[in-house]
């Protein structure tokens, strides 16, 4: 069993950066696939970026070039360093980790509210 724990949510304004990190306890963090996900109200889950365990990097349409996944296997912490955030950013943000067919885990979610 792997716990996330997400934090660095809050208000931001239009234009303003925020960055979320997720804490995983898990030993072999570095073997994990790292996603982040995001969820607005009255809307499906989505995807927003993913970090392989050798750092390869995807993301979204809507967040290419505004959006940076990294990570630190030191640390067993996934970040997301949002810059530039819009609106349509709004969203409770989850982070997710998935090790082959061994499990897929979730924390809790952080909520990020851009608004002026």
């Known amino acids: 069993q792997v716990q996330l724990v997400e934090s660095g949510g809050g208000l931001v304004q239009p234009g303003g950066s925020l960055r979320l990190s997720c804490a995983a306890s898990?030993?072999?963090?570095?073997?994990?696939?790292m996603r982040w996900y995001r969820q607005a109200p009255e809307k499906q889950r989505e995807f927003v970026a993913a970090?392989?365990?050798?750092?390869?990097?995807n993301y979204a349409d809507s967040v290419k070039g505004r959006f940076t996944i990294s990570r630190d296997n030191a640390k067993n912490t996934v970040y997301l360093q949002m810059n530039n955030l819009k609106p349509e950013d709004t969203a409770v943000y989850y982070c997710?980790?998935?090790?082959?067919?061994?499990?897929?885990?979730w924390g809790q979610g952080t909520q990020v509210t851009v608004s002026s």
């Open positions: 898990t030993s072999n963090f570095n073997m994990y696939l």
């Open positions: 997710n980790a998935v090790l082959g067919g061994l499990g897929s885990y």
């Open positions: 970090i392989s365990s050798v750092g390869i990097t």
